[in-house]
Each structure stands twice: as C-alpha cells, then as structure tokens.
C-alpha cells in the first residue's frame, strides 16, 4: 500500500528511543523527511545517522527539552529553516512520574503539565499555520491508554494525557476545514523504558520482581503480551498518510485489548 508520504516533512518529538524512535523509522521508511528530537544531543544524533543510513532518508537533529517552550519553538524554526515547512506533527514525550494524589505537589503538577500538555499545544500552535496555508496536514498525539481507562498510580499522567484528549478533540473541529487531521494515538504496556521503569517502580512497593510485575499486565491483555514499538509506528504511519485523509478527532488504542470499554 502506497501511504502517500514520500517528501513528507515529519516533525517527530522525542524520538532517541521507544514509541518516538519507531514512528520516526516507519514514517523515513515510507519516504518521509525527518526532523527529530530529544534532550540527549549525542544520542539523537546517533539515531539520526543510524535511520539514514537505514532507509536514505534525510533526517535533521536537535536536542530539545520539549517541557521548555523555548525549545519547542526554536526546535519548530530549526525545521521549517532546513525543510521549509512541516507536514507531520507527532507530539511526544516521557511520561509523568508515577504517584498518588497526595505524593504530589504542586511544582511536580506544574512540570508535568509543561511536559504532557503545554507541549502538544506549543507544537501546534506553531505547525498550524502552514499546515492550513497549504491546506495539508497531520497531527498525531501520543497519549496513553490512561485516557480511557485510568492506570493506578498514575495521578498525572490520567489527568495529563485526559486534558490532551479534549484540546485534540476540539482542535480538530476548527481545523478539518482547512484539510488538517488531527489524532491521538494510545499505546498500551508496550516494551519500553517507560514500561520498564513502572515495573520497577511496582516492584519495588510491593516487595516483587519486575518480571512478576509485567506478567501481571500479560494477564490483563486479552493477545497475552506486551506491544512492540514496532507495532504502535505502523498504525502512526498510517494515520499519518494520505490514505487516512477521513480519520479525525479520534483517540486509536494499541494495546493489544486492555482496554475494556467499548468506545
């Protein structure tokens, strides 16, 4: 199938490593220019080089914090400087830490929200100028299965990525005229450093290991394992692409079932 993305600029956020890395490859893959970033200079400029040499795509790199809005939006100029425009938004980041209302104050509220929502709404705020001058566009949110179905211990992150869901549902009303699409996509346990990191977390609060921890998620899941990276970029791939003209305001799972309600 022929997604329509060769010469496609993509804008791609955090993408040094798990779900931001492999929509990055899959989007270079379909014939996408890249424009990736992470806080880690040296390792996105490795991945950089790494997904050229792997699919001749061109890849522009930058470190960015995508929590600073300052970096944001010199990142966003630092693209459209090198490609003149971006077609593709997908917004990314590390998650929030995990918690309990009352282990949070209100500078890690803050910082949170800078992270999970100031972001996504920074980038756009940005991109959508041209996306509607050319009348083309794409944006792709990465949230999270928390948004349909709240994760104990995960007080921010619910809020957080809840709060992204109702901006992208509205944005995407104003903007479908001009021929804009914009999507959330929702991973669910996928094997990640984020995923690993949560074992750990559990693990360590109720005295198991972090295999038991992640054998307590394959449970849940009705395919009985966690995702891979891999499968989360094909779906990005392909609400990003011409093909997917038709698809807005939606919140997409990969979650291999766990989710258990029915919208």
């Known amino acids: 199938m022929d997604l329509g993305l060769r010469g496609k600029v993509a804008l791609v956020a955090a993408a040094s490593k798990g779900l931001g890395r492999a929509t990055a490859e899959e989007l270079a893959a379909e014939g996408a220019k890249l424009a990736i970033c992470s806080r880690d200079e040296e390792a996105i400029e490795a991945v950089g080089g790494e997904i050229a040499k792997a699919t001749g795509a061109e890849v522009f790199t930058r470190a960015a914090d995508v929590s600073r809005a300052a970096d944001v939006g010199a990142f966003v100029d630092a693209t459209l400087a090198c490609y003149g425009r971006v077609d593709i938004l997908v917004t990314n980041s590390g998650g929030p830490p995990p918690g309990r209302f009352e282990t949070l104050d209100l500078a ?3 910082k949170a929200a800078e992270l999970t929502l100031f972001a996504p709404v920074e980038f756009a705020r940005l991109v959508l100028p041209g996306m ?4 083309w566009g794409r944006i792709l949110n990465v949230t999270s ?5 709240p994760v104990e211990n995960l007080m921010l ?21 001009f021929g804009v699409t914009v999507n959330n996509l929702i991973p669910g346990y996928t094997r990640t450093e984020r995923v690993v990191e949560l074992s750990q977390v559990i693990a360590k609060r109720e005295s198991i290991t972090t295999e038991q921890a992640v054998a307590r998620w394959e449970r849940e899941i009705p395919l009985g ?5 891999r499968e989360f970029a ?4 392909f609400v990003a692409s011409e093909r997917a003209s038709y698809i807005t305001g939606q919140s997409i799972a990969v979650d291999g079932g766990w989710i258990k309600s029915l919208l």
């Open 157 to 177: 992150s619910n809020s957080l990525r809840a709060a992204v869901t109702g901006w992208a549902r509205t944005l995407a009303n104003e903007v479908g005229e």
């Open 132 to 135: 509607k001058q050319r009348r």
């Open 225 to 229: 394992r966690l995702g891979e990276p």
């Open 234 to 237: 094909a779906l990005a791939a």
């Open 108 to 110: 890690m509220w803050q």
């Open 145 to 149: 299965i928390a948004v349909k179905q």
